[in-house]
């Protein structure tokens, strides 16, 4: 079970190339949300203007030339809340197949109860150009193997974009994210 903290895991991930590829391993950070979706909206790429978090499953993307990272974030995706999930990313050349992962946990299962989930990952050492993106989800104990949630190519000259996965409005299972507050500021009088 995914602690009370959103965990980071790095992994390396070599890719399988026949013929060659440009990028031989691309390193990731994937951030998996509590039930609920992330606290902080610029976890999931988000401003906290960005109102309806229930009303959408969102794929957004944001890319930071200077430290050549692409990162991707969806959110509000609903899945069972019992489970585990995972995301990860395969690159080859420009094509990103990124992968969100979601299984039975163990000997708990299922409780067959949606809940809102985000995940996010990031990808580095990214050259600025046109890239190739296919959003995956396999939810192992469905029948049918991973599917295709969305593919497009993405222009790295703009630095972000959104993509609207699913448009039908959650139903109870998703909570409007409570941001954390801010303190007021207040300036000394002297």
Known sequence: MVSSRIWTALAIVGACCV?????????QEARISEQGGFRDP??????????????AEVLRWQYDEAAATLRFA???????????????????????????RDEPDGAAGRCHE???????????DVPRGEVYVKLLRDVVDQQGGPAVIWS???????AAGAVVLDDSPADAGCHEP??????????AAR
């Open 19 to 27: 013929g060659g590829c440009s990028s031989a391993a691309a390193v």
């Open 42 to 55: 610029e976890l999931r790429l988000a401003s906290v203007e960005d109102g309806g978090y229930c009303g």
């Open 152 to 158: 497009g190519s993405l222009d790295l000259d703009v």
């Open 74 to 100: 969806d959110a509000r995706l609903m899945l069972d809340c019992c489970g585990k999930r995972a995301i990860h990313v395969e690159r080859i050349d420009s094509l990103f197949e990124i992968t969100e």
């Open 178 to 187: 409570s941001w954390p507050s801010r303190r007021p500021t207040s300036v």
């Open 114 to 124: 949606q809940c809102a989930f985000d995940l996010a990952v990031g990808v580095q």
